[in-house]
């Protein structure tokens, strides 16, 4: 079992940066593929990023590429999403999760094993 928290969050105006944190308890975290993902009322969770193992390979949703950076710490057993030029519509619970096999590139929630509690985010305009 992989424990997931994350940590970060909070209220911030339109423009401003925001780095969020998940840290893990696997002993072997470095195994691990994670990704980031949000959710608002009403809508699915939407993928974010995703990183590989040793942190040389991520992927990015197109509505946060070029604003956030997804980076990893396997010796903190971390892994952190840099949120620059914030809008309201990057409002939401913004959660990381985690796994070993990952088919789907990353962005896809249902691959993911381990989840954890969110972290709330709001971007005022």
């Known amino acids: 079992q992989v424990q997931l928290v994350e940590s970060g969050g909070g209220a911030v105006p339109a423009g401003a940066s925001l780095r969020l944190s998940c840290t893990a308890s696997?002993?072997?975290?470095?195994?691990?593929?994670v990704g980031w993902f949000r959710q608002t009322p009403g809508l699915e969770r939407e993928g974010l990023a995703g990183?590989?193992?040793?942190?040389?390979?991520?992927v990015y949703a197109d509505s946060v590429k070029g604003r956030f950076t997804i980076s990893r710490d396997n010796t903190k057993k971390t892994v952190y999403l840099q949120m620059n030029r914030t809008e309201p519509e990057d409002t939401a619970v913004y959660y990381c999760?985690?796994?070993?096999?990952?088919?789907?590139?990353?962005?896809?929630?249902?691959?993911?094993?381990?989840w954890g509690q969110g972290t709330q985010v709001t971007v005022s305009s």
């Open positions: 999760a985690a796994g070993k096999n990952i088919p789907h590139g990353l962005l896809v929630s249902g691959d993911y094993d381990y």
């Open positions: 696997a002993s072997d975290f470095e195994n691990y593929l």
């Open positions: 990183i590989s193992w040793r942190g040389d390979i991520a």
